[in-house]
């Protein structure tokens, strides 16, 4: 499967992030002596399900690595747009393609295995839009600082992945709708009431479960959705605060520091065992037997056996 990662945005003036990108973009701030959007890439590079990675609104004098083959396309402007443009990217790469990841640049602690733990979970059925959510629970348990906006819906509260699953010709079809609901991401109130009143109405009254949340969505677009609950906090923490940045900057940079000291554990360890192996061995010692020239000839040789006539 593609992934096709949204880079595009460039922080304005007014916005929290604009100090830090110094008018370059939000996915090339730097987290822990790399490029935001670079963890991004080195997870899904090393994720066995991706194929190719796409990345919108980058280009190749950003010096990015990848362990998969790297596309780049120009920023189309919105988002909506950039993702439409990912996925005509990833047909023409492979025409039989089906689905893609659309993943965003800002959430720096994802992991190659939770990139593979949701194509595993999503393919198991083929819906035509797989949306991730985090619950309150899993985030403060991993991120209890992130100050996330949540929505709370009926015996839960939950907040947004940045990394989900759509089938390509979700690219061609209920555009409008889409732009609607990308553009008021951040405001699930907002979405509600783009989705109906009535909808809108129950999440006011705190009886809107995830599955009717689901169910009103699908049949408002018309389309077959899934919700995939995330046992992971990092596909949904993302980064649009400072104290967001600066709390995976400390996260990121302490991985590194165990990463080294369990690569350095490693080493020691495998030293000690050469060398405890090394010391085991005994040198071969080869006898030589010394026989004189008396003795030699005191042996008779073996009489040849008579031949019978």
Not at 106 to 112: E, H
């Amino acid at each position: 499967m593609d992934a096709i990662v949204i880079a595009g945005g460039i922080p304005r003036p007014e916005d929290p992030l604009y100090t830090y990108s110094h008018g370059d973009s939000k996915a090339l701030i730097d987290i822990a002596g790399k490029p935001m959007v670079q963890w991004v890439l080195d997870a899904l590079g090393n994720a066995k399900q991706v194929d190719n990675v796409i990345v919108v609104g980058l280009s190749p004098k950003n010096n990015l690595t990848c362990n998969r083959p790297l596309h780049y396309l120009s920023n189309q402007g919105r988002m909506l747009t950039n993702i439409v443009t990912g996925v005509h990217k990833s047909l023409e790469l492979n025409k039989k393609s089906k689905y893609v990841l659309i993943v965003s640049s800002d959430i720096p602690s994802l992991k190659p295995e939770m990139v593979d733990w949701l194509v595993d979970t999503c393919m198991q059925t083929r819906d035509d839009l797989y949306y991730g959510v985090c619950t309150r629970e899993v985030m403060e348990k991993r991120f209890p600082d992130s100050k996330r906006t949540y929505t709370h819906l009926k015996g839960m509260d939950v907040c947004g992945a940045d990394m989900n699953i759509s089938h390509v010709r979700m690219a061609v079809e209920h555009l409008e709708m889409w732009e609607q609901l990308i553009g008021n991401r951040k405001s699930p109130l907002k979405q509600a009431s783009i989705i109906g009143f009535g909808t809108l109405f129950s999440l006011f009254a705190r009886q809107l479960t995830l599955e009717d949340a689901v169910a009103r969505v699908s049949n408002r677009i018309g389309i077959k959705a899934r919700a995939i609950i995330w046992p992971y906090a990092e596909p949904c923490m993302d980064v649009d605060k400072p104290h967001q940045l600066e709390l995976l900057r400390a996260d990121l940079a302490k991985e590194q520091r165990r990463s080294v000291t369990r690569a350095k554990a490693g080493l020691k360890k495998t030293t000690k065992t050469k060398a405890a192996i090394n010391s085991k061995k005994k040198p071969k010692v080869v006898e030589k037997v010394i026989v004189s020239k008396a003795a030699r000839s005191k042996v008779k040789p073996k009489a040849k056996p008579r031949l019978q006539k």
